[in-house]
Nanobody, 121 residues
Framework: QVQLVGSGGGLVQAGGSLRLSCAASGRFFSINAMGWYRQAPGKQRELVAAINSGGRTNYADSVKGRFTISRDNAKNTVYLQMNSLKSEDTAVYIC???????????????WGQGTQVTVSS
């Protein structure tokens, strides 16, 4: 069974930084894209950043230039470095991975449990 376990959230003042991590564990053939979403109270879940197996990245306009997504394929882990945090970044951050299973090699999408990021102004 595949699990995604995220960590690194917390409370930080505006202008500060946090680094989120999310590790995939279990049996699978490969991890394709990995990413981070966020959901603030009363708002829809939105994509923050994603990275494919080749390292190509994609960011929401609201975080470009402030957030950096990266992955360590040897550790099956994706990171989100968040700098210059703003109060509007406050949300639950949820990691996501598109994984190819072992035989049969079907593709599945998995979600982490979410980690709270609170930015005080």
């Amino acid at each position: 069974q595949v699990q995604l376990v995220g960590s690194g959230g917390g409370l930080v003042q505006a202008g500060g930084s946090l680094r989120l991590s999310c590790a995939a564990s279990g049996r699978f053939f490969s991890i394709n894209a990995m990413g981070w979403y966020r959901q603030a109270p009363g708002k829809q879940r939105e994509l923050v950043a994603a990275i494919n197996s080749g390292g190509r990245t994609n960011y929401a306009d609201s975080v470009k230039g402030r957030f950096t997504i990266s992955r360590d394929n040897a550790k099956n882990t994706v990171y989100l470095q968040m700098n210059s945090l703003k109060s509007e970044d406050t949300a639950v951050y949820i990691c996501n991975a598109q994984i190819t299973a072992t035989m049969p090699q079907n593709k599945y999408e998995y979600w982490g449990q979410g980690t709270q990021v609170t930015v005080s102004s």
